[in-house]
T-cell receptor, first 113, second 118 residues
Framework: GENVEQHPSTLSVQEGDSAVIKCTYS??????FPWYKQELGKRPQLIID?????GEKKDQRIAVTLNKTAKHFSLHITETQPEDSAVYFC????????????FGGGTRLMVKP | GAVVSQHPSWVICKSGTSVKIECRSL??????MFWYRQFPKQSLMLMAT?????????EQGVEKDKFLINHASLTLSTLTVTSAHPEDSSFYIC??????????????FGDGTRLSIL
């Protein structure tokens, strides 16, 4: 089955700096890659997603890149703010967005004011 | 749109009690829902895929007789933790997507249920 690895497990940045979180996946058939933000004790919330026919997608301060050949994808957050502090999970899915998601281990991002 | 409601949000009960958790899609229909378990400071681990009108598909290592899943309608799936024990204490989260809008709709998560077994 699919295996998703996520790095780093914790990331501390200064407010205003950029943060990058990287994920690799094992199954070349995976074609949908969402990123979720989870605050303590709350539900994971979709912040951005990318499909395998696209190499990069951007939404304001958040961007995701995908390298299908290398089977890795990354989340980039620019101009970080304290409210960006949370746990971020990457995931991969085969087939379409409604299929089973395999999650990475999570990255705890701390943005220091 | 695309709201998933999960109830209850927090349960504390004695060992041996069975606990039912509900997951509802409020403004869309979902033929498939997913149940995850999340231990503190860990990732979401898929327990089972809930299929409307048919048996759930369980992941390896998840006891189907321990975690009963019923998906009797297009808007409701339930997870029952039978004879719960302290090791079942965890955060349980469901997710669903709008099955009427094609395969590229993302999954939306419920608020989760924090289960504490004494």
């Amino acid at each position: 089955g699919e295996n998703v690895e996520q790095h780093p497990s914790t990331l501390s940045v200064q407010e205003g700096d950029s943060a990058v979180i990287k994920c690799t996946y094992s199954d070349s058939a995976s074609n949908y890659f969402p990123w979720y933000k989870q605050e303590l004790g709350k539900r994971p919330q979709l912040i951005i997603d990318i499909r395998s026919n696209v190499g990069e997608k951007k939404d304001q301060r958040i961007a995701v890149t995908l390298n299908k050949t290398a089977k890795h994808f990354s989340l980039h957050i620019t101009e970080t703010q304290p409210e960006d502090s949370a746990v971020y999970f990457c995931a991969a899915s085969i087939g379409n967005a409604g299929n089973m998601l395999t999650f990475g281990g999570g990255t705890r991002l701390m943005v220091k004011p | 749109g695309a709201v998933v409601s999960q109830h209850p949000s927090w349960v504390i009960c004695k060992s041996g009690t069975s606990v039912k958790i509900e997951c509802r899609s409020l403004d869309f229909q979902a033929t498939t829902m997913f149940w995850y378990r999340q231990f503190p400071k860990q990732s979401l681990m898929l327990m089972a895929t809930s299929n409307e009108g048919s048996k759930a598909t369980y992941e390896q290592g998840v006891e189907k007789d321990k975690f009963l899943i019923n998906h009797a309608s297009l808007t409701l799936s339930t997870l029952t933790v039978t004879s719960a024990h302290p090791e079942d204490s965890s955060f349980y989260i469901c997710s669903a997507r709008d099955s009427n809008r094609g395969g590229q709709q993302p999954q939306h998560f419920g608020d989760g249920t924090r289960l504490s077994i004494l």
